[in-house]
C-alpha cells in the first residue's frame, strides 16, 4: 500500500464519517479538550491513531485533541505511567488497554471504569460485534470498554526474496523451520530475526512455541490450571525456543521488535514471529517484499488480542469521551483506523475490500480457526500473571535454563492463584 492509497483511505474515511448520519445521532456538539492516552508511536500505528483522530475533528472540531502518547512496544512504559495517573485521581479521558484480564483485573474490579452496556445496546454493538469478543469485554453483567480491532499475535513474517532465492518455502512444522534455518544460516542470513529489547517480545514468540507443543485447547489450559505448567510438552516448548534462539540476531537484545523488523527489509534476516501490526509497519516503510503464515504448528489457531478505550470515573467532560467511544465502535471508524494499523475490525460488518491482502486472509482466519488468547497482550491472564510469565521467558533468553524456567512458570500460576 503505498503512502499516497493510505492518505486516500483516512480522507474517504473522514468525508464519509462527516456526512449526514454517518455515526447515528449525535449529542450536542462538544467543547473543550479531549485527552487520548496510548502507546501508539511507530509507523502505522501512528498512521491509524491520527486517522480516527481525523474523523473526531471533522465531527467535533471544537474539541482540541491531546494525543498522549508514551512510546514503548506492548504498551510496557505506558502502564507504569497509567498505573501513577489512575492512582493519583488524575485519570486521561480515555486509554488504550488491552481487551480482557488486563483492563477488568486492573481496572474495573476496583471501581475505576464506569460500565458502557448501554452506549453497546444504543449504537448496536451487541449485535454488529462477535458474542466471544463481547463476552471478553464483559464482567458482571456489564460492558466495560469499546473493542477498536482484533490483532493476531500468532504470524509469521518472512521475506519473500530470501525464501525465493534460496527455494524454500515458509516452514510449517519446527523440523522444517531448523532444516530452513540450517540452509539459511549457511547463506549469511539471520534465520530467525528477535528484538527482546522492552522484555515482553521473546514471551511473545514463545506464545506460539506453546501452541504448537500444546494445541488450542491444551494452550487454553495453561490459564485455567487443567493443563500442567510442569508437564513435558512446557519442556518440549521451551527446549525447542532455547534452539530457536541460536538462530537469532546476536544484537537481539539491543533492538524492539521493529529493530527485528529492519533485518526483514534489509534482506539480513529471513523470519520473525510478531503481531500483525507488524503488517502495518512494513506497509508503512512502503515495503512489500514480506509474506506471512501461521507460525510452525500454529495451522488453524488464531492467538487473539484486541485493543480497546474505556471512560474512567471523574473525567473532565464525559460527553468528549463518549463522543470518542462513538467514533472507535463505528464501522467508520474501524475501517479508517484497521487498514493501516494492520490488524481487522472488532465489527463484523466491515468491508474486505478497504483492506490489504494479510487484512483479508486474517479475516478468513477469524471466522475459521480456533480461538485463544494472548498472555503477554493481556487476554488470557491477570496483569501479575502475565508479568511473570514474561519475566521468566526473558530470562530464559540468557539462562537458557530449562528446569528453571519452567519450574518459574509453574510457580507463576500458582502465584495468580490458578493451580496448586
Known sequence: ????????????????????????????????????????????????????????????????????????????????????????????DSFQVHAGHELIDTWVRNGSMEPLTGLFKAEGWTTAMPRGLLDILSYKGDIWSVPVNIHRANVLWYNK??????????????????KDADALKAKGIVPFALGDKEGWEAGHAFEAVLI????????????????????????????????????????????????AGEYIMG???AMMIMGDWANGWFTSKNFNEYGWAPPPGNMGVYDALSDSFGLPKKVRDRENVMAWLRVLGSREGQQAFNPLKGSI????????????????????????????????????????????????????????????????????????????
Not at 161 to 178: G, M, N, R, V, Y
Not at 240 to 250: D, E, P, S
Not at 369 to 380: E, F, K, N, Q, R
Open 345 to 420: 475490525c472488532a465489527r463484523t460488518d466491515c468491508s474486505p475490500s478497504v483492506f490489504g491482502a494479510y487484512q483479508r486472509w486474517a479475516m478468513t482466519q477469524w471466522t475459521t480457526d480456533a480461538i485463544v488468547p494472548s498472555v503477554i497482550h493481556g487476554a488470557a491472564a491477570s496483569e501479575g500473571w502475565a508479568t511473570d510469565y514474561k519475566d521468566a521467558i526473558a530470562l530464559f533468553v540468557t539462562s537458557r535454563d530449562t528446569a528453571a524456567t519452567q519450574q518459574a512458570l509453574a510457580k507463576a500460576c500458582v502465584n495468580a492463584g490458578v493451580c496448586k
Open 1 to 92: 500500500m503505498t503512502r499516497v492509497l493510505r492518505r486516500s483511505l483516512i480522507a474517504s474515511a473522514v468525508a464519509v464519517a462527516v456526512g449526514l448520519g454517518s455515526l447515528g445521532a449525535l449529542q450536542a456538539a462538544p467543547a473543550g479538550k479531549l485527552e487520548i492516552f496510548s502507546w501508539w508511536t511507530a509507523g502505522g500505528e501512528a498512521e491509524a491513531l491520527n486517522a480516527v483522530f481525523g474523523i473526531y475533528h471533522a465531527r467535533y472540531p471544537a474539541v482540541q485533541i491531546v494525543n498522549a502518547t508514551v512510546a514503548g512496544g506492548a504498551g510496557t512504559n505506558a502502564k507504569a505511567v497509567l498505573k501513577t495517573r489512575m492512582l493519583g485521581g488524575d485519570p486521561p
Open 161 to 178: 526474496k530470501i525464501f525465493a532465492d534460496a527455494h524454500l518455502a515458509p516452514p510449517a512444522t519446527f523440523d522444517e523451520f531448523f
Open 267 to 269: 534482506r539480513k534476516g
Open 212 to 259: 504448537a507443543a500444546l494445541g488450542a485447547d491444551g494452550y487454553r489450559g495453561l490459564w485455567t490450571g487443567t493443563t500442567p505448567w510442569t508437564g513435558p510438552k512446557v519442556t518440549a516448548a521451551l527446549e525447542i525456543f532455547k534452539r530457536m534462539l541460536a538462530y537469532a540476531n546476536t544484537d537481539h537484545a539491543a533492538l524492539t521488535w521493529d529493530g
